[in-house]
């Protein structure tokens, strides 16, 4: 999996390696962001497997649209742990392993699944539509949630809210591409703060312990 090139990357996103989504190579885990030492205290104290982000200037609402074709805001699923991660439907790889993931992290989690929602986020709206995205994620689980952004909503600011950079790579046509992008996803508290970063190639027992943490 090649990184994005260094020149699109600011300081702030070092957080995360960015996964060019190409087809019949293995994907690189991301790499963690360096953490502080009050940060990594905490971290090591609440036992978390992913990175400590409860300290950091990360996250917010916003509303995209769902597969219905209606707004949805991050904020209606307060309540809830939400695994909220940025991909696309076209992506080989990357993003199918980590759904998978997701998937299996909420079936180690029992009942307690049902206090958890699962968002993907599209960073490829040109051709993800509400129905695409929509159905795309439900079939890794008939409760994930897909999104995309229609007219009127900004996936540049989404994208600076979380931290996340995507490029399209390979373009052979308007339609026919790969997208470079931020892989791995953050895990929200039930207050919908942004509490953990589980980088891509943990495992679903991992993700599954730390939403453990946070459900308590």
Known sequence: MNPISRRLMAPALALALLAACQPQQSAAPAASAPA??????AAASAGFHGTDMRKEDIGGD?????????PFSLSSLKG?????????????????????????????LGDQAKDVAVVFASVDPERDTPELIGKY??????DFIGLTVTEGQSLPVIKQ?????????????DTVYLV???AGAYLLDKA?????FAPYGSTAA?????IKILLQ
């Open 137 to 142: 994620a439900k079939q890794f689980n008939p």
């Open 180 to 182: 470079d992008h931020t």
């Open 161 to 173: 809210q979380y931290r996340v950079v995507s490029a399209k790579a390979g373009q052979q046509s």
């Open 36 to 41: 502080s030492a009050d940060s990594s205290g």
């Open 62 to 70: 916003f509303t995209m649209t769902d597969g219905e074709g209606k």
């Open 192 to 196: 919908g703060e942004v509490a953990v």
């Open 80 to 108: 809830k742990v939400v695994v909220l991660s940025f991909g696309y439907t076209h992506c080989p790889d990357v993003c199918p392993t980590e759904l998978l993931t997701y998937s299996d992290a909420l079936k180690q």
């Open 206 to 210: 991992q993700i599954a312990d730390d």
